[in-house]
């Protein structure tokens, strides 16, 4: 402590200003009384001994400044500002404190609505393929909702799996192609010459039997075949077809009609083993030749 007289220095009081008057001694040398209200020479202001943060009236606050041991509300300022240059001007004020188990339900929507999850599950805006319903996007809403995920993330989760449905749903499409074309190609090998009038009568089965438009009839055809197969559903309306009674049935009497390959040669085989028609055919009838002929071009339709 600076001091600029000797009594100042003995007695721990100030000093007079400079040029003020000395109080004036008492009679019989005895020091002045000093005025009401003014503590005895030596005793500190009132406050003067308690550090800054005593006059906080939050406790908490209190006990941290205590603890932080600030010496002085400039220090507090500073690290206020220091904290906040560390994580970001722009981003104090938006921290998030978790809830934990005793935390209030208002505290946990707070908490929710801060990370970006709507307030209700109609508040998520979910893609929806084009030409598809909504149902499945309606109802993932609710299930986002129930576990607290951010529209965003739900927007973008629901985005990857319709990337996925489609890419899974291209896959068998091109799939099923490939194994309807291998049927269909094997069943024009099986049918032969009877391809073409096989699939007539197939036709002609749709046309009675499956109702509506052209395009309604194609869809159900479609869905049969899906289920079905190609040459499953090919098969059963040809054989829907020769039940209708407007051609001969496939494979039967001789001249009748067009037959698959397998039909053409049990006919060849009934034929050689029939005498009259062997006979007849030995010796030169020109209709058996003619007959025999078509049978071995029915049964051979890659030659």
């Known amino acids: 402590m600076t001091t600029t007289s000797a009594a100042s220095a003995l007695s721990g009081a100030p ?48 006990t941290w400044a205590e603890a932080k041991g600030f010496k002085d509300p400039l220090a507090v300022a500073e690290s206020a500002y220091n904290l906040e240059k560390l994580i970001g001007f722009d981003k104090a004020g938006k921290t998030l404190v978790i809830p934990d188990e005793n935390s209030s339900p208002e505290t946990r929507q707070a908490f929710l609505q801060k990370l970006g999850v709507p307030e209700k599950a109609d508040g998520y805006k979910l893609p929806v393929p084009e030409g598809q319903s909504d149902a499945f996007a309606k109802e993932a809403a609710n299930w986002f909702h129930e576990q607290g995920i951010p529209a965003k993330a739900a927007e ?49 089965a749709a046309m009675q039997f499956i109702p509506g438009t052209a395009e309604e009839r194609a869809a159900t055809l479609q869905a049969l075949e899906q289920s079905l197969g190609t040459g499953k559903l090919l098969k059963l309306m040809a054989n829907i077809g020769q039940g209708l009674g407007e051609h001969k049935v496939v494979g039967g009497e001789a001249g009748s009609g067009l037959m698959t390959p397998a039909q053409a040669n049990q006919r060849i085989a009934e034929l050689k083993s029939n005498k009259d028609w062997s006979s007849a055919y030995l010796a030169g009838d020109k209709s058996k030749a003619k007959e025999l002929q078509d049978l071995i071009a029915m049964a051979n339709p890659q030659v």
């Open 156 to 204: 973008g989760l629901t985005q990857k799996f319709n990337e996925y449905a489609a890419a899974q749903q291209a896959q068998q499409m091109q799939a099923f192609a490939q194994k309807s074309e291998q049927e269909f190609t094997g069943l024009k090998s099986e049918w032969g010459a009877a391809f073409d009038q096989n699939i007539e009568l197939g036709k002609r």
């Open 15 to 62: 000093a007079a200003p400079a040029g003020a008057p000395a109080a004036a001694p008492a009679a019989g040398g005895a020091p002045a009384t000093p005025p009401a209200g003014t503590p005895p020479a030596g005793t500190p202001p009132a406050g003067a001994g308690d550090a800054w943060y005593t006059g906080i009236q939050n406790q908490e606050v209190r």
